[in-house]
Each structure stands twice: as C-alpha cells, then as structure tokens.
C-alpha cells in the first residue's frame, strides 16, 4: 500500500508563498507520474500541476502557470509544489496523488483526470488572506 503524505499548507497573505510537500514513505516513486489537486468548499477537485518521475516532464494547467513550479527530490521520495504570488483564490485543500502511468505526460490525453491516480494524500489546507 503506498501511502502518500501532504505537508506545508498553512495560512498566509495574497502574494505570499508556499511549498507544499508530497512524501512517501517506503515508496520509490520509479516511473509514476505524480499530479497536484485542489478542492475549495462547494467546488469541484481540479488539478493544478504534475511531473513524471522518470525524465521530469512537467505539466501545469492555467491556474498553475507563471507561479506555481512542481519538482521531485528521487532520492527523498518527495514531490513539492512550490507556490508563489498566492490569490484568495488559491485556497482550498491541496492533494497529492500518483499515477503507475509513467509516461502519462507523454501520450496527449489530459492528466488531471482522477481516474489516472491510484493513490492519493490525505491532503493540507491551504489559506490565502485577501
């Protein structure tokens, strides 16, 4: 069973930052690709970044770009998303979740589909004061 472990949510200032970590203990994260979700209160999950374990493809959706930077320390086990210039609209709860679909960046098919990912956090909540 992989068990995958969000930390660095906390409350902080629009236009603050923040890196949000995704462990796993035991686990090698070899040839998965490893996504980022949110969820805010009344709405639905979306994803916000990804990045193959294997050759470090990254991938971000609109809401991610220019500020958001996802990176992968292998020899950690540990996957951070590193979020900067923090809108009120950022806030939600932060989720990580991994895929055995290595090359799931590679095949044109779009990766925030919760179906790809076997194994999700219990995820961190992020607060983002106007």
């Known amino acids: 069973e992989v068990q995958l472990v969000e930390s660095g949510g906390g409350l902080v200032q629009a236009g603050g930052s923040l890196r949000l970590s995704c462990a796993a203990p035991?686990?090698?994260?070899?040839?998965?690709?490893i996504g980022w979700f949110r969820q805010a209160p009344g709405k639905e999950r979306e994803g916000v970044a990804y990045?193959?374990?294997?050759?470090?493809?990254?991938y971000y959706e609109d809401s991610a770009k220019g500020r958001f930077t996802v990176s992968i320390d292998n020899a950690k086990n540990t996957v951070y998303l590193q979020m900067n210039s923090l809108k009120p609209e950022d806030a939600a709860v932060y989720y990580c979740?991994?895929?055995?679909?290595?090359?799931?960046?590679?095949?044109?098919?779009?990766?925030?589909?919760?179906?790809?990912?076997?194994?999700w956090g219990q995820g961190t909540q992020v607060t983002v004061s106007a």
């Open positions: 990045i193959s374990s294997s050759d470090i493809t990254t």
């Open positions: 035991g686990f090698r994260f070899d040839d998965y690709t």
């Open positions: 979740a991994a895929s055995s679909i290595g090359g799931l960046l590679r095949v044109g098919v779009s990766p925030q589909r919760s179906h790809f990912y076997e194994y």
